[in-house]
């Protein structure tokens, strides 16, 4: 990948890489992995991972700058790039959390892919409206 971005000729206003994104999706995640699961992000320490989706329950363990002054925080897809900790948060706006988690997570790494490519690929609008009709909240402080 760091080839293909030299031989690409970055430059202003052009493709940039940054960080990649990380993930990890956990198909099945009963109430007494989930209680583990702080405990094993502090060991391993930072950077944490950006994203743990848990996609059984619907919940997506994400990044946030701990703003909780705000009445209604809601997490964006480009905040992983500065957290302070972790949350266990859940996406609004329909009644499938468990599908609209898995569609929150898909448009977040739409985001990253667009966001390398120097918005050019011009989903920024379209990412940013889901993001609107499908708000990430946090729930409660994982880390």
Not at 79 to 86: E, F, R
Not at 110 to 122: I, M
Request: aromatic residues 10%; glycine residues 10%.
């Amino acid at each position: 990948m760091q080839q293909e971005m030299g031989q690409a000729g970055v430059m202003l206003g052009g493709p940039t890489q940054e960080r990649p994104m990380t993930f990890v999706v956990c198909g099945d995640c009963d109430n007494a992995q989930r209680s583990k699961l702080a405990g094993i992000l502090q060991a391993k320490g930072r950077p944490y991972v950006d994203y743990i989706l848990l996609l059984d329950r619907g919940e997506i363990v994400a990044g946030n700058l701990d703003f909780f002054e705000d009445d209604d925080p809601i997490i964006g897809f480009t905040q992983y790039q500065n957290v302070n900790s972790l949350h266990v948060c859940e996406p609004g706006g329909a009644d499938d959390q468990v599908g609209v988690a898995l569609l929150w997570f898909y448009f977040a790494l739409v985001s990253k892919l667009n966001l390398d490519q120097g918005n050019n690929l011009r989903y920024h609008s379209f990412c940013r409206q889901i993001s609107n009709l499908y708000p990430l909240r946090p729930t409660e402080k994982l880390i």
